[in-house]
């Protein structure tokens, strides 16, 4: 939609007043990790048609599966304006008209996400979509966000859904094909449960957990009589229908341990409904739980649970039926921490079972699976000597058996989806081939990226996963980094005048929380001047790499020489954003409610320059990659730059009116300044820019289809090698590059 628009401006255009943002195109691919890298709470399958299906994440949008395998995200036009339509927390494909799909959307219903959730709704299968807001919030990151599908199409009459509110809304139905939705006020059973009075993100109750419809009751062309739906609730928690929604009634017999319904599966055939119960909404707690049958023709309740009740130290989560052979049932514990998690599969509607693994005589544990993860090998840690590797998983609450192929299943977990295509050797030789199948879901949350020159294309830091050497752009990761291993990673920076020294920082229970590298990332030594304890951080390394500043999460700014023990650098407001000058060994720079820090003494101590004129927040320093002491911050105002190590600085025109993550990048000739690419707000329009000559034109290079959610989550930078290459880390879809 964007057109390439070239400028050639003299000095004398290069003033404040001039208007002068426009577009450039630029092609846009995911660095690619392969394996996901987030919680996928749910996998849908529609059951009509062969081929359809998708994943939904909580916070980097929905996918759609590929008949090779891969996924398709469906939701890359997100931008800063709707950012919070990639946490998704519900998702129904139309078993009518299966070109249609619909999301509930939103991402948090306590203060950290101010508007309200909506339906999105697309008829050709999640290319497009249109939206309805809602009255009330949706929390796709919200506990619970594993129950589920909490959205649902009636499959006899498809202009009707249902949808389940948390926070006590209740239960909501459209009749128009999810354009309009009115409150079902004759369910008056919104739900209870919240998992911690604590904070506001535990304290809201988790609501509606499920709608089933008894495609078995009704006719096509009229509504679906028999409906029922799950209530995240530890007292009566299924209700029916059998008038099509105008009356609810409690489905008598219902087993009442005070566990929460997480799925409630049809198996039509059958005339049952499965329900797996947990202690715990999920998607991280469970420790007692049930899977019940629901006899629909006689009204009767059996347990069926695998590990009975006395002994059990998990609840359950996903749960699946092969709708092509009834009585073939599979259900995942929700959470089996240790040793791994596990899942069972039953061909006699639940009467017995089989594991995916159990032990043999303790400690050894029979595999009832080949586990091939070529697609992200990183997802095994091949330092590790743990007893019992985890690999089946964990927060399994998504859990399908494709309607049209008993081999093929799939299911979510924390990290990736795994499943595989010889699902019936289960039966036969009880061993299957456990696939990674997430290649296209790039779910990460991103922290920090930079290109060191002369390094590999790329280092990227994340949350949970801890960062990678990207020796490829195109190819996954052979592993993540260790040694040590940090499950989430907070910052990166390398030493302007050396390079191929880097220094990263995240959480470790064990080993130092910040560690060395002197070949660009590829193998690392713990920095044994912090320790387990030390609170992980941003990190900036000095401009010969002797010196490391650390900011960390809490608490005040550190830094160390020559590796001695971290003390207090004095001056610097905790929280404060931190640089390191690129050239200047003994330069270090800050700052934090809209002014500016400097450190001349290699970061012992921090001086207050000078006020950001009016901003009131640092949102990013960077320091040329060469030239001493010229230095640029984003803020609250715009953008700034000084070429005297900060003493004052010059405020950036061109309509640039606030600023996040930017970065450096190869100059284009004849130009000598690197480019700068980065998050901005210009000419009132926030969106990824880049300007060639210091901020007086600027290009919007996001565009329709790539919008990167949140502008004040994501991580910018250029990359000094390569003309035009820009690397984009998000709050949820992974790592981008961009070329023009
Ligand atoms: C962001 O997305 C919204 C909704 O699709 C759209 O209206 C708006 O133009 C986009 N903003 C930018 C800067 O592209
Ligand atoms: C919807 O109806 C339920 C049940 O009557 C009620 O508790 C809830 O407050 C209603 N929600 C809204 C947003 O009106
Ligand atoms: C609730 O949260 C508080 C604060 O995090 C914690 O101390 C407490 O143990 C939690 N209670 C339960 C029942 O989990
Ligand atoms: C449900 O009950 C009927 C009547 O007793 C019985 O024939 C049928 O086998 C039951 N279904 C299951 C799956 O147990
Ligand atoms: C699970 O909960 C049930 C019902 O409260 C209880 O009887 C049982 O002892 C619990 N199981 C374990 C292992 O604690
Ligand atoms: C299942 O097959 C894998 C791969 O051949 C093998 O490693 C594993 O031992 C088998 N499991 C059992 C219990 O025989
Ligand atoms: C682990 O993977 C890395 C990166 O591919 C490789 O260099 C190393 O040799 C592997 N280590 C082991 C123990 O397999
Ligand atoms: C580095 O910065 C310090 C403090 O501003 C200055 O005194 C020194 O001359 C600079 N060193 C170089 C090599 O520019
Ligand atoms: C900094 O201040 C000096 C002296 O007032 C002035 O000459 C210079 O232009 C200023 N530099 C910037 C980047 O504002
Ligand atoms: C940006 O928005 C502000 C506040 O609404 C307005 O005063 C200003 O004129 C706008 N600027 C541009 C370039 O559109």
């Known amino acids: 939609m964007s057109a390439t628009v070239l400028f050639f401006v003299t000095a004398s255009l290069l003033v404040n007043f001039v208007c002068s943002a426009t577009t450039q195109t630029y092609t846009w691919k995911n660095v690619k990790t392969g394996g996901g890298g987030g919680f996928v709470p749910g996998i849908v399958f529609n059951p009509s048609t062969k081929g359809i299906a998708y994943a939904r994440t909580d916070i980097g949008g929905v996918y759609r599966l590929n008949t090779d395998e891969t996924w398709t995200p469906l939701l890359d036009s997100v931008n800063n304006s709707n950012w919070h339509n990639w946490g998704i ?39 497009t979509w249109e939206e309805t807001v809602l009255p009330f919030k949706v929390g796709g990151n919200m506990p619970g966000r594993g129950i589920g599908e909490r959205l649902a199409v009636d499959p006899n009459d498809n202009s009707v859904l249902y949808f389940g509110a948390r926070s006590g809304h209740g239960l909501w139905k459209s009749t128009d094909y999810g354009v309009t939705w009115s409150n079902v006020t004759s369910f008056i059973w919104t739900g209870t449960y919240f998992q911690n009075a604590s904070s506001s993100y535990t304290s809201d109750p988790v609501g509606i957990a ?25 007292g009566e928690s299924v209700f029916r229908s059998e008038d099509g929604g105008k009356t609810w009634a409690w489905v008598s017999g ?9 799925k409630g599966v049809l198996s039509p055939a059958e005339k049952v409904l499965y329900i797996s119960y947990s202690n715990g909404a999920g998607p991280y707690d469970g420790t007692n739980g049930t899977v019940h049958r629901y006899n629909i023709s006689t009204g ?112 979510g977990t924390g990290i990736t989806i795994y499943g595989g295509h010889d699902l ?10 456990l ?44 592993q993540s980094f260790h040694s040590p291993t940090y499950g989430s990673t907070n910052g990166i920076d390398y030493a302007g005048n050396n390079p191929a020294n880097i220094v990263r920082s995240g959480a470790s229970s064990t080993l130092p929380t910040v560690s060395f590298s002197t070949n660009f990332g590829l193998t690392w030594s713990a920095d044994y001047a912090a320790s387990s304890s030390t609170v992980p951080g941003a990190v900036a390394l000095s401009a010969d790499g002797d010196t490391v500043l650390l900011m960390p999460t809490s608490g005040s700014p550190l830094v ?34 809209g002014s500016f820090y400097l450190s001349t003494n290699g970061a012992v101590s921090f001086a207050n320059t000078v006020s950001l004129g009016s901003s009131t ?72 820019f880049k300007t060639e000559d210091m901020g007086a034109n600027w290009q919007e290079i996001s565009d329709a289809t790539h919008g990167f959610g949140a502008a004040s989550a994501n991580v910018v930078n250029g990359d000094m090698s390569n003309y035009g290459r820009v690397f984009v880390g998000t709050n949820g879809r992974g790592i981008w590059y961009g070329e023009p």
């Open 89 to 127: 927390d519900a998702l129904a494909t139309d078993p009518i008209d299966t070109e249609r799909v619909y999301v509930a959307v939103g991402m948090y219903t306590n203060e950290w996400d101010p508007n309200p959730g909506s339906i999105l709704r697309s008829n050709d299968k999640g290319n």
């Open 210 to 234: 499920w709608i089933t419809f008894d495609t078995t009751s009704g006719t096509a062309g009229n509504p679906t009589p028999r409906i029922f739906v799950g209530v995240v609730d530890t």
């Open 254 to 262: 219902e087993p009442m341990y005070g566990f929460l319904p997480h």
């Open 300 to 411: 009767v309740w059996t347990n069926i649970s695998p590990t009975s009740i006395d002994s059990t130290y998990y609840g359950y989560g996903g749960l699946a039926v092969d709708l092509q052979v009834p009585g073939t049932v599979m259900v995942g514990a929700l959470n089996c921490w240790w040793p791994d998690e596990i899942i069972w599969r039953s061909l006699d509607s639940g009467a017995t079972w089989s594991p995916i693994w159990a032990w043999n005589s303790y400690p050894d544990i029979d595999y009832y699976y080949d586990y091939e993860i070529s697609n992200a090998p990183w997802l095994q840690d091949n330092t590790s000597t743990a007893q019992f590797p985890v690999r089946v998983g964990w927060m399994v609450e998504a859990l399908a058996i494709d309607p049209f192929d008993s081999n093929h299943w799939l299911y």
């Open 424 to 433: 019936l050797k289960w039966d036969s030789a009880h061993n299957v081939t």
């Open 435 to 478: 696939e990674s199948l997430a290649v296209g879901i790039e779910e990460m949350d991103v922290l920090g990226l930079i290109a060191p020159v002369g390094g590999p294309p790329l280092l990227s830091v994340v949350g949970d996963d801890g960062g990678f050497y990207h020796s490829s752009l195109e190819t996954a990761p052979s």
């Open 560 to 593: 160390s020489k020559y590796t001695s023990t971290f003390s207090t650098a004095t001056g610097l407001p905790s929280g404060a954003i931190i640089a390191s000058d690129k050239s200047n060994n003994t330069v270090f720079y800050g700052g934090s409610a």
């Open 617 to 688: 927040a640092v949102n990013e320093i960077r320091a040329h990659p060469s030239i001493a002491g010229d230095v640029w911050a984003s803020t609250d105002t715009g953008l700034w730059h000084s070429t005297n190590y900060g003493t004052n600085f010059t405020q950036i025109g061109g309509g640039c009116s606030a600023g996040w993550s930017f970065g450096f990048g190869k100059a284009g000739a004849p130009a000598s300044y690197p480019v700068i690419f980065g998050f901005f707000a210009v000419d009132n329009i926030t969106a990824l």
